[in-house]
């Protein structure tokens, strides 16, 4: 019996496509993710509270990796959902030394080359011992209510309902841009 659950899993995982693996659910969170807050990339405060009555997006960025042209779809994103949609770039050198600069030198790089208005915080560690109070919400079932994934790389995505529920967690191969998401909104 435990062969067959095994070779179950495994099929499943052949039949969805590669990278578009997306985690979702409805359970409501342990911890209020309103009462968070966190820097921004220019220094002010950000009261999470600031953002009810909208979705949240929120994205562990790098300015040098194979992921990075995502910030061309996040920003698209940003300007056909901004009224219902908020997104949070959390730049983060957690991988493979792809985000070395200063936060300075990353605001500078996103708006420069991707045109990025949309909120960027600063720069922080986003998986392990060491992640900013936001991640440790996001990856900490205990807080969150259901999800225990850590990003695995640059431009994770998670999604928070308008409510302050994380309802999904989504690959760096899922594109800003795809129905997984959209469909969300």
Not at 52 to 59: D, Y
Not at 128 to 135: E, I, S
Request: glycine share 6%; hydrophobic share 35%.
């Amino acid at each position: 019996m435990k062969n067959i659950s095994i070779i179950f899993i495994s099929l499943l995982f052949l039949l969805k496509p590669a990278g578009v693996f997306a985690q979702t659910s409805n359970t409501s969170p342990a911890a209020d993710f309103y009462k968070l807050s966190f820097m921004s990339i220019s220094g002010e405060k950000i009261d999470f509270s600031s953002l009810k009555g909208k979705k949240v997006l929120i994205v562990n960025t790098a300015s040098k990796c194979g992921y990075t042209p995502q910030f061309s779809e996040l920003e698209e994103l940003n300007k056909k959902y901004g009224n219902k949609l908020i997104i949070l770039g959390f730049p983060s050198n957690d991988f493979m030394n792809q985000d070395p600069g200063s936060n300075e030198e990353i605001l500078s790089f996103c708006k420069e080359n991707y045109g990025v208005t949309f909120t960027m915080m600063e720069k922080s560690s986003v998986k392990g011992k060491d992640r900013n109070p936001v991640y440790l919400w996001l990856t900490e079932k205990s807080l969150n209510g259901w999800n225990e994934t850590q990003p695995g790389w640059n431009f994770n995505k998670y999604l928070i309902d308008e409510s302050g529920n994380l309802i999904a967690h989504f690959s760096s191969k899922v594109k800003p841009l795809s129905e997984d998401i959209i469909s969300k909104l």
